[in-house]
């Protein structure tokens, strides 16, 4: 089947050329032990190139939270390689590892996670913080990096005065902000409504996919899937197809294929 | 990364007033309660505090405080006269005797015996007349507290505020007429009971009658004498015990603590004080680390390692620990403040406070390592759990 997929969707080569920004091969990962084992990845095998944006869907508990948390380092697969931009989070130590995610990775989450007790600027310029940009350059930054994600105004805001649709762009603004390499996004619209998660998908495309990013994105929204490179499908711990859109995966008529608005 | 730890504090008010409250209380019970504590072992040896003539002072060997006093005969004051390298040495007689009032009622006193020709040992400060008018016919001097309420004279009509003695006046001690040619102000004693002066050979005609009067003698050291050297020597001379003032007050103190269930009670208060600060700083603080677990997670997924999440956390504990022993420390100064006057026995030192300080920084270390095991132990893969 791995075989079978790699040959057919072209793992391990790009036929544009492009290097590889994430590179899985047989990655397994299983929570517990003994008869209560639960294999949530199983032998996954998946490349992401730079400057593309991968989707990443299936059903609920098909293992794609899992995934995109072994590819951004915070959790340690079970077998397998998995390589982000040539590193192995496994070849290296905690520190190691703690500051090549913090470099390299930029997070955006389901529930945004913004501290609410800090204003968005204070909120965004954290990863330079962690980086160890001063904290002036740093606010300076943030506030810069809010203009071009529409918030430039709201800087001194504290995250709940903002609406879903914006404390999304500020989670964006956060992920973007001190230039990471490759974005994981976990439902970045599944709080927001259609438009808004439509809005948020394009600026994610526009602005993350400027500097030849990679982007990572784990969804139930096939509403969001023409902004797609490429979307990996996964199901019991595998990824079962890579396709270049929704209609490869689900046929032309999409919509009767998910049983309406999204999978689930 | 610290100024965003205080930020994220200070800003969540309530968790913050509440951990700071915890801190405040065990910061407040443990100083006022031990100040108090200090203050009454300090009146325990007020009397020596006061008389800081003598660089030693000498007694039955028997004597284990103040208060204990063992008589010796008069003539163990020429012996240790004597004793090579004593400059002077004058007695001292301290005895309870009790007054008659005017209302029928007796009162308690504590009288104390001077040097007739020097006056040495007399009361430490003088508010009104003067020390030497003891020399006078029947003097005796009164403090200030004694004149204004125990010894006072009731008012004209029942309801009448006291009237307070003052020069002049007559008191009957032990049936002897005795003259008021002064008032004095000293520390407070443990017995809170009226401290009146007179000469030694007055003292012992008004006390009652006992083969042995002389209840210490008062030593002063030649210059340059070592005062270890001439206690051992008076000791060994006479077969007295001699100490100095410090040691003097030790011994005192140290009775007080072995003997009576003050320091039990002083250090449940205080120990309650530090249960109960921990306890609501450390359910405060680990609340507030809950809530906040979610975005220390996303903090660790970001690229916060634990060492700096650490840090956090301890600057949070220490921050809320420096703001509470500020406000408990200053509420209790501020209460000894508004007793000073009054009977409440309260003294605060340098001592207290780093007593004090340091059972906050265990307060909140014990508070942040709680927090710090539940970071630590954080999965960062918990930010992508939704």
């Given amino acids: 089947m791995t075989t079978a997929i790699a040959t057919q969707q072209g793992i391990g080569a790009d036929p544009a050329g492009r290097k590889l920004a994430v590179r899985c091969r047989n990655v397994v990962k299983n929570y517990g032990s003994g008869q209560s084992v639960v294999r949530a990845l199983r032998g996954i095998d998946l490349d992401v190139y730079e400057g593309e944006l991968l989707m990443l869907v299936g059903p609920s508990g098909c293992g794609k939270t899992t995934l995109i948390s072994v590819i951004a380092g915070v959790l340690d697969r079970d077998q397998g390689e998995c390589t982000v931009f040539g590193e192995d989070f496994s070849a290296m130590n905690s520190r190691q590892r703690t500051r090549f995610r913090g470099k390299t990775i930029g997070f955006v989450f389901q529930s945004f996670n913004l501290i609410p007790t800090l204003t968005i600027a204070e909120n965004v310029s954290v990863p330079l913080l962690l980086n160890g940009v001063d904290r002036r350059t740093a606010l300076k930054k943030a506030k810069e990096i809010l203009s071009i994600v529409g918030l430039g105004e709201r800087t001194n805001d504290a995250p709940n005065r903002l609406s879903g649709g914006q404390q999304q762009r500020v989670a964006i603004a956060r992920a973007l902000v001190h230039d990471p390499r490759l974005i994981v996004c976990d439902e970045p619209t599944s709080a927001l409504d259609h438009e808004t998660g439509h809005k948020i998908v394009e600026l994610l495309k526009g602005v993350a996919m400027s500097g030849n990013r990679s982007l990572v994105v784990v969804t139930h929204d096939n509403r969001i899937f023409d902004f797609a490179d490429r979307i990996a499908h996964m199901d019991d711990g595998q990824v079962d197809k890579i396709v270049g859109s929704a209609k490869e995966l689900y046929g032309p008529n999409m919509q009767s294929a998910n049983g309406g608005g999204g999978m689930s | ?386």
């Fill in chain 2, 1 to 386: 990364m610290y100024f965003l730890a205080l930020k994220m504090l200070f800003n969540d008010k309530a968790k913050f007033f509440g951990i700071v409250m915890g801190v405040t209380l065990a910061s407040l019970v443990i100083t006022q309660q031990g100040s108090i504590f200090v203050g009454l072992m300090a009146r325990t040896f007020g009397v020596i505090t006061d008389m800081n003539y003598p660089d030693i002072w000498v007694m039955d060997p028997k004597v284990q405080f103040i208060d204990d006093t063992k008589p010796l005969t008069d003539t163990k004051l020429f012996e240790v006269r004597g004793v090579p390298g004593v400059a002077s040495a004058v007695p001292l007689y301290k005895g309870m005797i009790r007054a008659r009032m005017d209302n029928g009622l007796f009162q308690n006193c504590n009288l104390y015996g001077i040097d007739d020709s020097t006056l040495i040992g007399g009361p430490g400060e003088m508010v009104e007349g003067n020390l030497a008018d003891l020399r006078m016919a029947d003097s005796v001097i009164v403090d200030v507290e004694g004149a204004t309420d125990k010894l006072a004279r009731k008012g004209k009509n029942p309801g009448d505020p006291k009237i307070p003695l003052k020069i002049g006046d007559t008191l009957e001690l032990n049936d002897h007429r005795a003259v008021v040619v002064g008032i004095s102000r000293g520390s407070r004693t443990f017995q809170s009971q009226p401290n009146v002066f007179t000469t030694y050979s007055r003292a012992v005609t008004f006390a009652p009658k006992e083969r042995k009067l002389l209840s210490f003698v008062l030593v002063k050291a030649e210059p340059g004498e070592n005062l270890e050297t001439l206690r051992a020597r008076i000791t060994e001379r006479t077969g007295l015990a001699a100490y100095t003032a410090d040691q003097f007050k030790m011994l005192t103190v140290n009775y007080f603590l072995k003997y009576t269930g003050i320091p039990i009670n002083f250090g449940i208060a205080v120990s309650l004080g530090f249960i109960i600060g921990t306890l609501i700083t450390g359910f405060m603080f680990y609340s507030f680390t809950i809530d906040n677990l979610k975005y220390l997670g996303t903090l660790k997924a970001m690229g916060t390692g634990d060492t700096m999440l650490m840090m956090m956390i301890l600057l949070q504990a220490l921050s809320v620990g420096c703001i509470g022993f500020g406000i408990g420390a200053g509420a209790a100064t501020l209460f000894g403040m508004m007793m000073s006057g009054t009977q409440l026995a309260f003294w605060i030192t340098w001592q207290i406070l780093v007593l004090s300080g340091g059972a906050v920084v265990i307060i909140c270390m014990l508070a942040a390592m709680l927090s710090v095991r539940k970071v630590v132990a954080l999965e960062p893969a918990v930010v992508f759990k939704g």
